[in-house]
């Protein structure tokens, strides 16, 4: 506490804007930094007046002509700590702060002369402003100017004010996580069923009915939906993605596997990025393979930010077409953000831990994850009391959350929930549980369970393995019979079902890694 009085004192010592700038010292002649949408580093001119700087598609001015020559190189220097940081948020804290110069002018030179006024001024005018400024990031612009003085240790300012800092609560501050912990930003299992059913349809319709049929753009927002939904990916690491990123090797059963590399969001500098590999689940590869091959075709290129783009759109756009879909699809309007929250927390329902987490959403911070652990064991606890903490259904809890079940777990499920069925004769049990239990159900048990969004299976790749030897043996029965057109119902069914079937043997026991070409 002496400590930090001492440098409180200090603070009144100071000799105002000149003498801050001074401190800061001289500009480099070039400003770099890196754009993440079309993945270069870009430059600036530091000693003009205008600076344009590029990111997510967009270009923004920031313009210092209104500002002292004073206060123009200490906004500067700001603007190239932030560029540094991430431009995209950059482009928005300074064009902020510009915008609204006066009353940031006034912080400014109070931070420069007294830290106590400044803090001061802070709490009680500067915040009072926020009323009557529309413009939502004000406030928060403000603190990030001061917190970088801190930051840069001039003027008196360091690392002891960043608490007083952080405890004044903007008016318009929101808890970063708050969307996920009060359940606005995780979409519901209706909306979840209705976007599956939405690739479920479009994939039978490139298989089985007419691929032509299917309008490009629809084709091309179905595959940037699935990208953001299934594996949570962002805007921006979608929009920045080339033809070359992607992976798609054929198989024999006429399904492809598709593997896209994504680049890690939000890497400081220029060193070299980190990627990660994710697989498309092989039930929805044809609507990329068709993506793919009308993209190789597409006379409107120049249309493209980016000639080998893979979708052609910014991340602005990308937010666009992700609302607009879930919006027509569920009725309900989703941002980007709302699907990667959602899919955090399905992996932490299935019992991910904080480092797997970070890894899925990509994040060199594991603290990340925190908020998604901890709101699946709280949901799990608040229906656990409401129940009278029946052990029984803790045991169901756990396995409809974990989205698979072992032998244990299946054997304590109720008799409804445990799936049974004998189709065409073929008597098929001990596959896995049903969440709603096989009583609700109107399709045939057993071989529906396979690609059903409520099917707990077994982690048992015998069990599926077996399964699939009787689904072949009623195939050649409806051979054998004549049945097996290919507009039959039953006869496509059990095509999927296989397929399905496939797909999870292969989770439990690859026959090869999962990022492997």
């Excluded at 123009?72 to 603007?79: C, E, G, R, S, T």
């Excluded at 927002?221 to 990123?245: E, K, M, T």
Aim: proline fraction near 4%; glycine fraction near 6%.
């Amino acid at each position: 506490m002496e400590q930090q009085g001492q440098k409180l004192g200090r603070v009144g010592a100071l000799s105002g804007l000149g003498q801050m700038a001074r401190d800061l010292g001289e500009l480099p002649p070039t400003v770099r930094y890196f754009d993440e949408y079309e993945e270069k580093v870009r430059s600036i001119i530091s000693s003009e007046m205008k600076w344009a700087v590029s990111a997510n598609g967009m270009t923004a001015h920031f313009r210092f002509s209104t500002l002292s020559n004073e206060e123009a190189i200490i906004l500067k220097h700001f603007a190239l700590n932030r560029l540094h940081k991430n431009a995209v948020t950059a482009s928005k804290i300074v064009r902020t702060i510009i915008a609204t110069w006066p009353h940031q002018a006034n912080l400014l030179r109070l931070a420069s002369e007294n830290a106590h006024e400044a803090i001061a001024y802070l709490r009680t005018d500067f915040f009072a402003a926020s009323r009557t400024i529309s413009d939502s990031g004000y406030f928060s612009s403000g603190k990030a100017l001061i917190a970088f003085l801190c930051e840069m240790e001039i003027g008196g300012w360091g690392p002891s004010f960043s608490n007083i800092l952080r405890s004044i609560s903007s008016p318009v501050e929101l808890s970063k996580h708050r969307t996920v912990r009060d359940g606005s930003a995780i979409i519901s299992f209706e909306e979840e069923r209705r976007i599956v059913g939405h690739f479920d349809d479009l994939n039978a319709e490139l298989i089985h009915g007419n691929p032509a049929a299917v309008p490009t753009e629809y084709l091309r927002d179905a595959c940037i939906l699935f990208w953001n939904y299934a594996h949570g990916v962002r805007p921006i690491q979608i929009a920045n993605r080339d033809i070359s990123h992607v992976r798609l090797r054929s198989q024999d059963d006429g399904n492809p596997i598709v593997h896209l590399t994504f680049r890690y969001a939000k890497q400081r500098g220029t060193a070299k990025s980190m990627e990660q590999t994710r697989k498309m689940k092989r039930d929805w590869t044809p609507m990329m393979s068709e993506w793919l091959k009308r993209r190789s075709t597409l006379n409107q290129l120049t249309d493209f930010d980016r000639p080998n783009s893979l979708f052609g759109v910014s991340p602005n756009e990308i937010t666009q077409i992700v609302a607009a879909k879930t919006e027509g699809l569920t009725g309900v309007r989703r941002v980007p953000y709302d699907l990667r929250h959602s899919a955090a927390q399905r992996k932490a329902d299935a019992g991910c831990s904080r480092v797997e987490l970070a890894e899925f959403l990509m994040h060199h911070d594991i603290d990340t994850a925190d908020a998604y652990i901890e709101m699946s064991p709280t949901q799990a606890e608040k229906i656990n009391q409401a129940l009278g903490l029946s052990p029984l259904f803790q045991a169901i809890d756990e396995s409809v959350r974990a989205r698979s079940v072992n032998l244990e777990q299946l054997h304590n499920l109720p008799e409804d929930m445990q799936i049974g069925g004998a189709p065409h004769g073929h008597t098929i049990v001990g596959i896995g549980g049903c969440s709603i239990g096989q009583s609700f159900c109107t399709k045939t048990p057993a071989l529906a369970c396979y690609g059903c969004g409520k099917f707990m299976y077994l982690r048992d790749a015998e069990v599926h393995r077996a399964v699939r030897g009787s689904v072949q043996e009623i195939v050649h029965e409806f051979v054998n019979a004549g049945r097996s057109d290919r507009v039959s119902p039953a006869y496509m069914q059990l095509r999927d079902v296989l397929e399905n079937i496939d797909a999870i043997v292969e989770e439990l026991d690859p026959a090869e890694p999962e990022n492997a070409e």
